[in-house]
C-alpha cells in the first residue's frame, strides 16, 4: 500500500508538473498570436507555416509510423496549423494523411491541399478522386498541376471543377527552381489562385520575377523545400546562431530559416515536413513574434553566406 501510495503521489506531482509546463506556452502563445497571411483572390487567411508530406508520410501500412505521422497532424492542428500539402507522386503519403485525419475526428481547421500528377489529360479526373477518397475528405480547397506535367490539358479540368463547386482554389506548382519560364507565362496568362515555388535562404531565383508577379497578379503563393530537404538544417548543425536571432523570436535554425522565407510579403504559406512531433511545433513557432524586416532579411543572407 505504501508503494501504492508513493507512485499515485508521483503521478500526480507529474501531472501538476506537466500542468505547470503548458500554462506558460499558452500564455506564450496568447502573447504572439498566430500570424497569417491572406490569399488574395478570396481574403481567406492561411497561417505562414503548413505542413508537407513529400518521403515523410511515404510510410506504407507501418502501424508505428502512422500512429507517428498521426501525432505530427495532431500537434500541427493543435499549433494552429491549417494546410497540409501532397500528391499522388508520394507514394503512401495520402493514405497516411487520411489515416492521421480520421484517427483525428477529421479537423475542420484543415485546408488540403492536394495535385495531378500524370501525363494523360483523360486520367486526371480519375487520380484526383483516388487521392480525395485516400484523404478521406469531400472535395480539396486546393488542385495544384503538379510541375506543370501535362498542365494545358489538366487546368482547364482543375478550372472547371472550381467553377462547379467541387474544389475551392486552383494553381499550378514546380521545385528545384525548374521552368520558371514556363511558369510566368502562365501566371501572366491563366486565372490561378496559387502557385507552389522552391525558395528558401540560399534558392533565392523566385526573387527576381516570379514573387513580384504573384504579387502583381494577385496569386497566392506556397513555398516548398524550405530546408533544401533538410541539407540546410544540416549544414548548419555546428553553427551557432547569430546573437541577434533572438531579436526576431528565433529560437532555432528552423524558425530562423522558416521566418526568413514567411516575412516576404508575397509568400502565403511555407510547408516543412517533417516526422517529429516537436519539430512541427517548433516550426509553428515561426508563425508568432516578430518578422524579419528588408535589413533584416539582408543580414541574413549575409549570415548564412558565412557560415
Known amino acids: 500500500m505504501d508503494t501504492l501510495d508513493r507512485r499515485s503521489l508521483l503521478r500526480a506531482l507529474a501531472a501538476i508538473g506537466a500542468g505547470a509546463l503548458v500554462a506558460p506556452r499558452t500564455a506564450a502563445a496568447q502573447a504572439n498570436p498566430l500570424l497569417t497571411r491572406k490569399i488574395p483572390r478570396s481574403g481567406e487567411a492561411l497561417p505562414l507555416i503548413g505542413l508537407g508530406t513529400w518521403v515523410v508520410f511515404n510510410v506504407g501500412s507501418d502501424p508505428v509510423a502512422r500512429e507517428q505521422r498521426t501525432r505530427v497532424l495532431r500537434d500541427f492542428f493543435s499549433a494552429g496549423g491549417r494546410l497540409i500539402d501532397s500528391s499522388p507522386m508520394y507514394g503512401s503519403s495520402q493514405e497516411v494523411i487520411g489515416h492521421g485525419l480520421t484517427r483525428l475526428g477529421r479537423p475542420a481547421a484543415l485546408f488540403s491541399a492536394d495535385k495531378v500528377w500524370t501525363g494523360s489529360g483523360p486520367r486526371g479526373p480519375a487520380q484526383i478522386e483516388a487521392s480525395r477518397r485516400a484523404w478521406t475528405v469531400p472535395r480539396f480547397d486546393l488542385l495544384q498541376v503538379h510541375n506543370l506535367v501535362a498542365w494545358k490539358e489538366h487546368l482547364p479540368a482543375l478550372l472547371a471543377m472550381k467553377a ?115 519539430h512541427v511545433v517548433e516550426n509553428m513557432g515561426a508563425s508568432r513574434g516578430r518578422m524579419p524586416s528588408e535589413a533584416d532579411r539582408r543580414r541574413m543572407i549575409e549570415y548564412i553566406r558565412s557560415v
Open 164 to 278: 462547379a463547386g467541387r474544389v475551392r482554389y486552383v494553381g499550378v506548382t514546380t521545385s528545384h527552381g525548374r521552368r520558371h519560364d514556363d511558369l510566368e507565362v502562365i501566371m501572366r496568362s491563366q486565372p490561378l489562385d496559387f502557385v507552389q515555388v522552391t525558395y528558401n535562404v540560399v534558392d533565392r531565383e523566385v526573387e527576381q520575377r516570379i514573387l513580384p508577379l504573384a504579387r502583381e497578379r494577385g496569386i497566392a503563393v506556397l513555398i516548398n523545400r524550405p530546408f533544401q530537404e533538410g541539407a540546410l538544417i544540416r549544414r548548419l548543425d555546428q553553427a551557432a546562431l547569430p546573437p541577434w536571432a533572438g531579436e526576431l523570436d528565433c529560437t532555432g535554425w528552423p524558425q530562423f530559416l522558416l521566418k526568413f522565407i514567411v516575412s516576404h510579403p508575397a509568400v502565403t504559406c511555407a510547408i516543412p515536413a517533417t516526422t517529429n512531433p516537436a
